[in-house]
Each structure stands twice: as structure tokens, then as C-alpha cells.
């Protein structure tokens, strides 16, 4: 009697169990479609909702699609691509940001059924940037989202979540959520991602476009101040002097965003030039130290991108610009020198022989006489310059007019023996130059 109610109650037992087990959902079970009964409804809503999906008609395709979430959330990851897609359209016909909530809702659910945590937190960052707008709520869960996952994660990032990272900082700068010190770090994170895909496929198309990109959002964020770049780019330029391809990016970021009389973009272009020396960076440190007055160094580099530069029109500039220093020192002989090799690059250099013009006026190479003959053929070089190059008509008339109230007088003339204007004569002295005779008008 004992053994059959014995039997009797572990049958009971065992029928109760299997009516659970037939009860329980996916979700209760997890196994993706659930038991018995709720199997068959969870794959029969499946199918209808699908069909309905994919004939565009997601009003119908939801009505399954919700059990299906509910019920057997673990069935298939296309529960949420399909869900997401849906939800998304209902959105850019509404609206309505409460769907945008749902989103986030599917998103989370997907997560916790097949992990990808991070790269479903850059789904919901995408969809928050795409249909938040400008509402600083959706912004700053956006940028919160990417750059979590940007700090512990960098590896998820492809081009498109690259540029959207700059994207959504620039947008919370605008929007006053966060300061520049974020702008700068998402730029530089942003971008360290998309090199390091470079560096693996230098011709990837989409990562250089994405790179443009990048560069285009930072430099019109606002935060691209020079003081900004300074705090950037300086630990890399002073510990990486050697690495042509980040010096270069900052001499042209720093260019495009008007900061070339910084520090920085001086120290930049040195170690530039001292990585890989060429006539233009040379050329470029001359102009500087001239700007910064370090005369000695502006010659010196003027000199070098001389010795490196090998088109003849642009020595013939690079020449004048030396002359022009010499000058502006005081050095008139070599100021000449320089100018007379810049000429001989180049007949059509007006400039050269206006620098050897005023290279000889005023100089002293004798008695009052001879220092008034050198102004003889410093209007003869005037002459010349303006019948090389027509725009330096007024400047050079200018002078003209007044350099030749110096010439000598008819009768100071006389006592030189010298009575005929036109009559050859030699200039002494350093500037030892064949001119004619001319006198005061008086």
C-alpha cells in the first residue's frame, strides 16, 4: 500500500514538472524558443512577423514581433536587427522620441542575451546622434556611450564610429556640455584609431576619407584655439622629433587653423627640417626667425635652402629675400653680391636690381664728389629695375626724384673736368661700376 501511494505521488510529482517545463517560456528556460506549447507560438510568430518585415509593412510586423521579444528574447539576434530597423522607421515618420527610447530598450535586451556589449553601446551612440538632434539629453548619453567605450575598447572603432566620436564631441562642445580638453582628446583618440588602420592598409579609401574627416570637425569645432593645439601636440613634437608624418600633420593642422606664429609650429618646422631637410622648410625657418628678428639664423637658413633648392626662379627669390636681410643689416657689399647672383637666375628679377640700387646709395667710397657719382649708378639700377618690373613704377620714381638732387652739380663738375653730361664714368671704390655723367637740376 505504501509502494503503489509512493508511486502514485512521484507520478504526480513528475506530471506536475513536465506541465511547467511545457509552460515556461525562452526566457524562463533559456533554450531560444522555449517548451511545448510556447515553442510553436514563439517560431509561428517568428515567421509571421518576418514575413511582414520584410513586405515593409512594420505596423503588422510589430504586433508579432513584440511576443517574440517577450516571450523567446534569446531565439535569434534578428529579433533585434529587425526591431532596431523597425523602430527607427517608425521615428523618421513621427517623430516621436519615445521610439528612440525603444531603441535603447532593444539594444540593452541584445546585450543581455548576446553579449557585444560594446558594439551594441555604438549602435545606440549611432541612433542617439542620427535621431537626437540637438537635444543635450540624447547628445550627452551619445558622447557618455562612445567614449566609454573609446576608453576600454578602441579596437571596436571602425572608420564610421571614428568620425561619429568626433562628431557627437563636437556637438556637446557647441552645446556647452563639455570643454575643450575633450575635444582635443577625442581628437587625438579618434585619430590615433583610424592611423593605426592606415598603417595596416595605407590605401583603405573609407579610413582616409574618415581621417579628412576628422581633421574638418576639429578644426571648425571652436576648439581648435592655439593654445588648444599647444597643449595637444607638444609632448608629441618634443618626444617625437624624428616622425615626419605627425610633424607634418601639425604644421598643416596648425596652418589651416591660423597658428603659425606659435612656438609650437616653429619647433615643429625645425624638427621637420632637421628629419628631412629640404629648400621650402628651410626657406619657411628663414621667414620665421626673420619675423622672431633672429637675423643670424634667418641667414643662415636662407643660405641653406640656397644650397638645397635646384629651380633657378626660385633660388633667384631665395636670394633677394638674403639680399633684402643684408640690407636691413647694413651689409651693403654682400647685400649687392647676393642680389647680383639673384639677377643672373632670373632677367625678369626687377627686385634684385632695386636692392642694388639701394645697396650703393649712400655709401661712401671717397671725397664728397665721388660719394655724389654713386648716385649716378644708383639711378641707373632704379632704371633698370623699373623697365624689368612695371609694378615698381611708383616706388621707384619716387626715388628717383630724390636721389637725383644728389647728384653733383654743373660746377662741381667743372672742377672734375668733367663739362658734357653722357660722358663715361667709372665709379671707384667697392662699387666699381661703369655710368655716365649727370647733373643737379637746378
Request: hydrophobic residues 35%; charged residues 25%; proline residues 3%.
Amino acid at each position: 500500500m505504501k509502494r503503489r501511494t509512493s508511486m502514485i505521488l512521484t507520478g504526480l510529482i513528475l506530471s506536475l514538472f513536465s506541465f511547467a517545463l511545457q509552460a515556461q517560456q525562452g526566457v524562463d528556460t533559456g533554450t531560444p524558443f522555449g517548451r511545448g506549447e510556447d515553442s510553436t507560438r514563439c517560431l509561428r510568430n517568428t515567421s509571421l512577423y518576418s514575413t511582414y518585415y520584410e513586405n515593409k509593412d512594420y505596423n503588422m510586423a510589430v504586433q508579432f514581433w513584440r511576443p517574440v521579444f517577450y516571450e523567446c528574447p534569446g531565439s535569434s539576434k534578428n529579433t533585434y536587427i529587425k526591431g532596431e530597423a523597425m523602430f527607427k522607421e517608425f521615428f523618421r515618420k513621427t517623430g516621436n522620441k519615445a521610439y528612440i527610447d525603444t531603441v535603447m530598450m532593444i539594444l540593452d535586451q541584445r546585450t543581455k542575451y548576446f553579449n557585444e556589449e560594446h558594439s551594441n553601446s555604438l549602435r545606440k551612440a549611432f541612433a542617439l546622434y542620427e535621431f537626437g538632434g540637438n537635444d543635450p539629453d540624447f547628445a550627452k548619453q551619445c558622447y557618455d556611450l562612445i567614449r566609454n567605450v573609446m576608453n576600454v575598447s578602441p579596437q571596436s572603432f571602425d572608420h564610421t564610429y571614428s568620425s561619429l566620436y568626433m562628431a557627437i564631441t563636437a556637438k556637446c562642445y557647441a552645446l556647452k556640455l563639455i570643454e575643450a580638453p575633450e575635444v582635443i582628446t577625442a581628437y587625438s583618440q579618434s585619430m590615433k584609431v583610424v592611423d593605426n588602420q592606415l598603417s595596416r592598409k595605407p590605401d583603405n579609401g573609407r579610413y582616409l576619407e574618415a581621417r579628412k574627416n576628422i581633421d574638418a570637425v576639429f578644426r571648425s569645432s571652436g576648439a581648435a584655439s592655439c593654445e588648444n593645439l599647444e597643449h595637444l601636440f607638444t609632448a608629441d613634437v618634443d618626444n617625437n622629433p624624428g616622425d615626419t608624418a605627425m610633424l607634418r600633420k601639425v604644421i598643416t593642422l596648425l596652418t589651416e587653423t591660423g597658428c603659425k606664429d606659435s612656438e609650437l609650429y616653429y619647433k615643429t618646422a625645425t624638427n621637420l627640417y632637421k628629419s628631412d631637410p629640404s629648400a621650402a622648410s628651410a626657406a619657411q625657418l628663414a621667414e620665421m626667425n626673420v619675423a622672431r628678428k633672429k637675423y643670424n639664423e634667418a641667414e643662415k637658413y636662407y643660405t641653406e635652402a640656397i644650397e638645397l633648392e635646384t629651380d633657378n626662379l626660385v633660388k633667384s627669390g631665395l636670394l633677394t629675400k638674403l639680399a633684402t636681410l643684408e640690407l636691413a643689416s647694413d651689409s651693403k657689399q654682400a647685400a649687392r653680391d647676393f642680389a647680383r647672383a639673384a639677377y643672373s637666375l632670373d632677367p625678369t628679377n626687377g627686385n634684385a636690381l632695386f636692392i642694388i640700387a639701394e645697396s650703393y646709395a649712400g655709401s661712401r667710397i671717397g671725397d664728397t664728389f665721388e660719394n655724389q657719382t654713386v648716385y649716378w649708378v644708383v639711378v641707373d639700377y632704379l632704371v633698370r629695375a623699373r623697365n624689368t618690373d612695371p609694378t615698381l613704377r611708383e616706388q621707384i620714381d619716387e626715388r628717383i626724384a630724390i636721389y637725383s638732387r644728389l647728384f653733383p652739380s654743373k660746377e662741381e663738375a667743372f672742377f672734375r673736368s668733367l663739362v658734357e653730361e653722357g660722358a663715361p664714368y667709372q665709379v671707384g671704390g667697392w662699387i666699381n661700376e661703369s655710368t655716365t655723367v649727370r647733373f643737379k637740376k637746378e
